[in-house]
């Protein structure tokens, strides 16, 4: 193992590792940058050893070997529900890490505590536009439904605005041709994909706007292939 935190021993199954994030370090494109992390039993919730300082390309290599990283989120004298770090690729084929799942007010990137700041300080850090947008301060938008050209490229959508804090549509799902979740995403909000499940919809992957060289602009799916959540496991308009 090379990234900090790991226990003296080599597990027996590294899928049964977790680790925790309290704080984070953000870079000026609202990027982390480093975390100060460590190791917990699952069972217990007890740390393993020290929290320490870290890289964002060892969380990357942690979560790559089956390990998972949890954000810490704490409101006055009680502890949020944690979240689920992921691994997502930019624009430039970097892998970066970024917290799954759907917006969640007081449990987003913007809400975590500053590495910078001193444990109990009520002050908080100026949040980057960035985290403000993964934070869900803008509208969010989820598409159900994606119609596709002869070359598998999105040209129209099913979708509606979401109510994040009652995780339901907060107006009708409508038919928009694909260039408006193009400016929705250009304005910075964030447009999530819905897969059919035994239990509904569900949102597992942000979209994000491709340029081709023809000139036409287009959504696709964020990060690396993942099994029965790609364009094609979506549900059709036509």
Known sequence: MT???ARAREPVNEKARTFEVSK??????GHISEVLWGEVDAASDHDIGPRVMASEAEVVEA??????????FSASARRL?????VVTQGGDGTARIALGGAPSPGRDL?????VEQR???????PVPASARRAAGHFTTF????????ADGRVTAVVWGKVDTRKNDWAT???VAPVVEAVIALDRGDPVFALFPSPHGHVPERRFVTVDYNDGRRTIVLEGPATHQHEMHDMDRLD
């Open 24 to 29: 984070v370090r953000l870079a000026a494109d």
């Open 3 to 5: 990234y900090q935190g």
């Open 142 to 149: 989820a598409v159900s439904r994606v119609r596709l050209d």
């Open 172 to 174: 009708p799902e409508v």
């Open 110 to 114: 913007a809400d975590m505590a500053s």
């Open 63 to 72: 979560i790559h070997d089956g390990a998972e990283v949890l954000a810490v």
């Open 81 to 85: 529900p944690e979240r689920l770090f």
């Open 119 to 125: 444990d109990g300080e009520a002050t908080q850090r």
